[in-house]
């Protein structure tokens, strides 16, 4: 949020639902989480994938982007939104069912059911709570599996004693 301005529940339901739970073909071979489509730093796989034209599914073979990890691919995803004019008005949106709509409307997907899908596991998995974490400004740590730590939304220098998430306000 804190970078892209797009809402944390939205990328985190695009990544299930786009990954497949990070299970998909192009999730575990191109670290894929999002379905981006084209090339990343001249990288890319070619895959089948379902698109829906006039109401009808179509298989086609398609380049899709190739990452070398899942962390390369969270910031490409919100780089790529950032980046795309087409997607200027979702950035910033607080209400995740306006995003999803937009992200639908704009062309990110072709499944007129996208927007639908979004929110069905917004609403499961109750993601907006991520919303109210990125929105507040409180400060979330981690302690990495090195045992370093990794801070976001960090505007103190309050880390995690136990190695584990903690959330401060601030």
Known sequence: WTQYHVLPSITVAQAILESGWGR??????????????G??????????TREVYNG????????????????????????????????????GDTNPASVANKLRQ?????????ANALMNLVRTYNLTQLDAVALSGKVI?????NGENNSYN???????????????SG
């Open 106 to 114: 704009d062309g990110y997907a072709t499944d007129p059911n996208y």
């Open 154 to 168: 960090n505007n103190s220098s309050n880390t995690s004693s136990t190695g584990y998430y903690t959330v401060q």
């Open 39 to 48: 090339s990343y730093n001249g990288h890319s796989v070619v895959m089948r």
């Open 56 to 91: 009808r599914s179509v298989y086609i073979n398609d380049n899709f982007r190739a990452y070398a990890n899942n962390s390369e691919s969270v910031v490409d995803h919100g780089r790529f939104l950032n980046v795309n004019s087409r997607y200027r008005n979702l950035l």
């Open 24 to 37: 998909s073909s192009l999730a575990t071979n191109a670290h894929n989480l999002f379905g981006i489509k």
């Open 141 to 145: 740590n981690n302690k990495n599996n």
